[in-house]
């Protein structure tokens, strides 16, 4: 069956010459502009696979290497011949998700590098050597994806349930694309099929941007040997609180008089609100420590905490009656108005 060649650097757009951080730099803006969840296109979900399939070799130093000597050939050369070595099975390698699919509101974002690399490095999926000698499985490959959660659950941990797009070997010809010498007819050759599975992630209580959910045997491969699910966590920004470390920054308004006879008031945190007391003569900037209200640690237990800075605010419009009050105030400093400077 003749194979349309696919000029992989064309599909990239890059340069025959680039290197590996210019590839995956490109493969990255490629995804996200062209998967299915994001792109209008009615095409974007051909084009994802495309691109994913593109970076799936291109990403590899191997592949890529028999992609630039053999052209058109390449991929007839990653399979074993029957009584070759391996035990007379075939040597099989894929590595192309197709499209993510229609995730939950909570998992939209999870199509980061989801081929490429496998190994312990844990760039994306690698499948090879899935089976080899007469149908001995080995283990799939490892699966990276990314997720972005809010920081009420990073404070609190979650569980979620999502649809996962992957493809797995074939059940008809077992990944080798062959029945008999001849092209799979049920996966036309590719030896693999479109798969959609249900995943149950625990988010754990304190997890970080950037840091990684591992979920065991939810990657790529087949039942029983199927490699890892690596979700790379983003927390979104909060419209008031900002994370720092375990800490928990706040900004709190105070209006004028409330800084300057003191007053008790009603702080939020991502327990709930609590009560504060504002000593008088408080001035704007002036930061207040609640123990233990900030984020959970993930080793060693415990919490950090939650600063509250005060930020003194003023009305967007003065009545005559406070502007008398205040020119008061200002009469009452006369002789040194810039005295509480210091």
Request: net charge positive.
């Given at each position: ?122 760039e994306g999926v690698r499948l090879e050597d899935l089976f080899q000698g007469g149908g001995r499985s080995a283990r799939g490959g490892d699966v990276q994806a990314g997720i972005e959660i809010t ?7 979650a569980r979620k349930t999502f649809a996962m797009d992957l493809e797995e070997p074939c059940p008809t010809c077992h990944g080798s694309g062959h029945v008999k010498r001849q092209p799979c007819p049920t996966c036309g050759g590719s030896g693999a099929q479109a798969v959609r599975r249900q995943v149950d992630v625990k988010i754990p209580a304190g997890v970080k ?134």
């Open positions: 069956m003749a194979v349309d060649f696919k000029d992989y650097y064309r599909i990239l757009g890059v340069d025959r010459k680039a290197d590996d951080k210019t590839v995956k730099s490109a493969y990255r803006r490629l995804a996200r502009k062209h998967h299915p969840d994001v792109a209008k296109a009615k095409d974007s979900a051909e084009r994802f696979k495309e691109i994913n399939e593109a970076y799936e070799v291109l990403s590899d130093p191997e592949k890529r290497r028999r992609y630039d000597s053999l052209g058109p050939d390449w991929q007839r050369y990653t399979q074993t011949p029957p009584g070759g070595p391996g035990g007379g099975g075939f040597r099989v390698e894929y590595g192309d998700l197709g499209g993510a699919g229609d995730f939950s509101d909570f998992f939209r974002t999870i199509f980061g590098d989801m081929t490429g690399r496998g190994g312990s490095r844990g920081l009420d659950e990073a404070f609190q941990g941007s950037d840091q990684r959910v591992r979920v065991a045997g939810e990657g790529a491969g087949a039942a029983g040997a199927r490699g890892d699910l690596y979700l790379s966590v983003t927390v979104a920004p909060h419209p008031f609180f900002e994370r720092k470390g375990d800490d928990i920054h706040l900004a709190l308004p105070v209006t004028a008089p409330e800084a300057a006879l003191g007053t008790t008031l009603e702080v939020p945190t991502l327990r709930g609100k609590v009560s504060m007391k504002i000593p008088p003569a408080t001035s704007s900037g002036r930061t207040f420590r609640l123990p233990g209200y900030g984020m959970p640690r993930l080793k060693g237990g415990g919490a950090g905490d939650q600063l509250v800075a005060v930020k003194i605010v003023m009305p967007s419009d003065v009545t005559p009656a406070e502007r008398e009050l205040y020119e008061k105030l200002q009469a009452l400093r006369a002789d040194n108005p810039r005295a509480y400077l210091g």
